[in-house]
């Protein structure tokens, strides 16, 4: 089965997800969202929310709490900034979605951080 997928294609669908994700994201001027490939472990596209929490009154794990205990409940990449500094980030991983779910993520996205 792996040796008949096609990694171009699939490279293409990664990219488009980040895209949609970043851009859902991004929709709140005080997020920026880039897309990046971890250089270990899981080399596939995936996107880095950062805000200042004096731009946006939200910790990362406030975040990963909204999203978590909203409908649908999403969950993302393990690990955050720690919610005393100044600076947040959060990660969202694309590769293992299903067809439909980077829309679902990138419009919750856009909800939860409209604060």
């Not at 669908?13 to 472990?41: F, H, M, T």
């Not at 955050?80 to 590769?95: F, H, N």
């Amino acid at each position: 089965m792996y040796l008949k997928r096609d990694a171009g294609a699939e490279w293409k669908e990664w990219e488009r997800r980040a895209q949609l994700i970043s851009k859902g994201a991004s929709a709140n001027r005080a997020v920026q969202a880039e897309i990046y490939v971890p250089e270990i472990a899981n080399h596939v596209p995936h996107v880095r929310l950062k805000w200042n929490k004096s731009d946006l009154n939200l910790t990362a794990d406030e975040l990963k709490k909204r999203l978590r205990d909203g409908e649908p409940s999403i969950e993302i990449v393990p690990g955050s900034s720690p919610a005393k500094e100044e600076k947040q980030s959060v990660s969202v991983g694309v590769w293992q979605m299903q067809p439909g779910e980077a829309e679902i993520v990138a419009r919750r996205l856009k909800e939860c951080l409209a604060v």
